[in-house]
């Protein structure tokens, strides 16, 4: 046994058929349909996924896990990712999947994994409020034990594709009277409940996102994940799994061959092409090799959750860089793409029909969501490196 | 994927580590300056055997790939070692690559001999980085130690025996930023050796480059974690306004930056050795991409580290400046990086086909 890297040789095999899968199922007219509406999920595509066990890849059977290859699935979710359409919706659900396999009771596993995977469920992250955002724990919705239920108050912010999801993974203040950590509870909040309601938020980056609303929202004690006032450590365990290891997004082809491939075919008016001018060229150089730094990174952290490990410190690293290194590349690019960098995807003749616009304005909430850089570079700091805490201690 | 090492690598690892400590204190490094060598350490280095451990068994040496070259050039950037082993190592590998090629003629039976020799310790072979110019490498690494050097003249590839360089005095090297033993050497006259030309030089010239690259990347990533640790002790003892100036977000914010950078560095240089060591297509290219963010992330990390020195950083009491100059004049040797970085987009992108 050696060091080997050979991932992206081992989807290899699989991209072809992948491709042909999502020739054969994808309707162009969602990618249009995604725009349009700023949510960033379709329902029938995960339902197409879900009849071809593409979902169920890699999960156990009696969870409701399919035979096929977690490979071909990942180059699917790849081939989709290329070909424009987005499944946030399904990239939350998988994290709290996979929360639920950690920390879930045996009928939770089987009643919402096996759900999931057939396409019937979708959830949604109501972590943040209007008042809490990095310092995730200082939620003040509360659930208050009533018998055999819990009655929710309160406001969630960011519960972003919430208006296609049947859940709202939601964080929740079980105790008030003990330090702000060890007061919390996760559960799984039905969007249909009596009680809940829904107001849409626009973003810079085209993505509708959402305010919820509980007021006197009833949920069984059986709707509750991991322990009662344990809500901080299941809240944790999502959080890897959002940094450094969830599903989604293209782990092959970078934003530098989409710039180099324009500055190729593009000419100026001395006849060289863009591509030809080595301060284009250099820009290029270095957001390839930024590309492949973050791709290891992240690489390096689903290796580890692999092996069954939790890689907290390892994940925040992959977010961290991919996300800030992101956001100067598409800076870059636009630069490079010279005053036709302002079209947009509307704009007739827009350079990549204005995908980079597009995700230029889409990178800047990579920074925030998920644990912003600054909470990142903390746990780093202080888990990596031993350095003293400095934000201030737990209080009430 | 698997990205632990094999356990030989990790006993190779934790083997050089301790040697490298131990013969290689800072007061060592210091003592070596300003030629950047200690022959007896090299002596040392030459019975572990480590700069042919990458060389075919037949030929004398340890049939290893480049990964545990790696990992030798990690732990003796960790230390700054004042012995020019990855230089070395990438000489004796071309030039039993070329021995092994073609054994009946004399250029092949001239690099047998030097590769013998070397594997043996009795001679000392590096590589000019950059093809000579007139009938002049300049500033070849380990040029003012070594007995032999290879080089690039024209379409050749040429063997020149420096014969007066040891026992080497500090005069034969060009002052330089990074105390290290380079020189300017002449790639003329009777001792030079032509050891192949044309496209057969050329493609053996430009791997030995790329070795070097990688095997640069892998020191300048053991530079700058050692450089980050000097940075996080310093910040962990000084107290500024009653507290430890760790303690501030800004110090700890630019540590972990680094920390992240290091980490990719050194998985980007290890993907790279292995990419050479399974002569993937990809390799060439790894191994400019790991050389260049690792010289970009060593300078950043020595660079700040440094600084939350204070004024102390400055002084040259103190070690980090030690590391500070390496991690800019090592990879400084190859030339301008941003030149490097336009070329690397055009060997990925010129022809790609999606």
């Known amino acids: 046994m050696t060091m080997d890297f050979s991932l992206a040789d081992e989807l290899a095999e699989h991209r072809e058929a992948a491709r042909a899968w999502v020739d054969a199922n994808l309707d162009p007219e969602w990618i249009e349909e995604q725009h349009r509406t700023g949510t960033h999920e379709t329902p029938e595509l995960r ?130 009277d003990v330090p702000k950590h060890k007061g919390l509870t996760m559960f799984l909040v039905p969007t249909d409940s009596p009680g809940y309601e829904i107001q849409p938020i626009h973003t810079l980056g085209g ?141 007739v003749g827009a350079p990549l029909a204005g995908k980079l616009e597009n995700e230029f304005r889409e990178s800047v909430v990579s920074t925030i969501y998920g644990g912003s850089s600054e909470i990142l570079r903390e746990i780093v700091a202080e888990r990596r490196l031993g350095l003293p805490r400095n934000r201030p201690r737990a209080n009430r | 994927v698997d990205l632990n090492l094999s356990e030989d690598q990790s006993a190779l690892r934790d083997t050089l580590r301790d040697f490298f400590a131990k013969e290689s204190p800072p007061d060592v490094v210091r003592d070596a300056e300003p030629l950047g060598f200690d022959a007896a350490l090299w002596g040392k280095v030459a019975d572990l055997g480590l700069c042919s451990i990458a060389v075919p068994e037949a030929q004398g040496g340890g049939s290893a790939g480049l990964q545990e070259l790696a990992i030798a050039a990690e732990e003796l950037g960790r230390c700054l070692a004042p012995v020019p082993l990855i230089e070395a190592a990438v000489a004796n590998n071309l030039l039993a690559s070329l021995s092994d090629a073609a054994t009946d003629d004399a250029s092949a039976v001239a690099a047998s001999a030097v590769v013998a020799s070397a594997v043996a310790g009795e001679r000392l072979a590096t590589l000019a980085l950059r093809p000579a110019v007139g009938s002049v490498a300049r500033l070849v690494p380990a040029g003012a130690v070594a007995d032999v050097v290879v080089a690039v003249r024209g379409d050749e ?31 003329d006259g009777a001792d030079v050796l032509v050891l192949a030309n044309g496209p057969r030089a050329r493609s053996a010239y430009e791997r030995a480059v790329r070795e070097w690259q990688v095997l640069t990347a892998a020191a300048l990533v053991g530079l700058g974690t050692k450089a980050l640790e000097m940075g996080v002790d310093y910040t962990m003892q000084r107290h500024a306004f009653g507290v430890l ?34 002569e993937l297509p990809t390799a060439g290219t790894l191994a400019t991409m790991a050389f260049l963010f690792a010289a970009e992330t060593a300078f950043k990390t020595a660079s700040e580290s440094l600084h939350f020195h204070g004024g102390y950083g400055y002084t040259l009491e103190y070690d980090i400046q030690l590391y500070f100059r390496r991690a800019k004049a090592w990879p400084l040797l190859l030339g301008d990086p941003r030149a490097e970085y336009s070329r690397l987009a055009h060997r990925l992108f010129d022809s790609q086909e999606t």
Request: aromatic fraction near 6%; charge should be negative; glycine fraction near 10%.
């Open chain 1, 207 to 347: 993505q509708r996102t959402n305010a919820t609303f509980y007021t006197d929202v009833r949920v069984p004690d059986a709707a509750r994940i991991g322990d009662i006032d344990e809500g901080w450590g299941v809240m944790n365990v999502a959080l890897v799994f959002e940094r450094g290891v969830s599903e989604g997004g293209s782990m092959v082809n970078g934003v530098a061959a989409d710039i180099a491939a324009w500055a190729r075919d593009t000419t100026g008016p001395d006849g060289a092409t863009r591509f030809d001018d080595p301060l284009v060229a250099e820009r290029i150089g270095r957001i390839a090799v930024e590309e492949e730094v973050g791709r290891l990174l992240r690489q390096r952290g689903m290796w580890l959750a692999e092996q069954g490990g939790l890689p907290g410190v390892e994940g925040s690293m992959a977010k961290l860089f991919a996300s800030e290194a992101s956001q100067r590349h598409y800076s870059d690019i636009l630069d490079i793409l010279g005053a036709e960098g302002v079209m947009q995807r509307e704009a």
């Open chain 2, 245 to 278: 100036i760790a303690t501030f977000q800004t110090i700890q914010h630019r540590l972990a930056d680094n920390a992240t950078a290091l980490d990719g560095a050194r998985l980007l240089a290890f993907k790279a050795a292995w990419a050479a060591d399974e």
């Open chain 2, 157 to 187: 590839l040429v063997l020149v025996q420096q014969r007066d360089r040891r026992p080497a005095r500090p005069a034969d090297a060009v002052a330089n930023l990074g105390s290290a033993p380079v020189a300017d050497c002449v790639v």
């Open chain 1, 47 to 176: 339902a197409l996924m879900a009849r071809d066990g593409i979902l169920g890849a890699g999960w156990p059977r009696e969870y409701g896990g399919s035979d096929v290859d977690p490979r071909f699935a990942e180059a699917v979710r790849d081939a989709i990712a290329a070909a424009g359409i987005l499944m946030h919706g399904w990239v939350t659900t998988a994290m709290v999947l996979h929360t639920i396999e950690h920390v879930g009771t045996e009928e939770q596993k089987r009643e919402y994994i096996s759900a999931a995977l057939r396409g019937e469920l979708l959830v949604a992250l109501g972590y943040s409020e209007p008042d809490s955002g990095s310092d995730v724990a200082a939620a003040k919705t509360t659930a208050v034990r009533d018998g055999n239920e819990w009655v929710i108050n309160g406001q969630k912010m960011f519960t972003s594709t919430a208006q296609v999801c049947s859940l709202v993974f939601l964080l929740a203040r079980t105790n008030p």
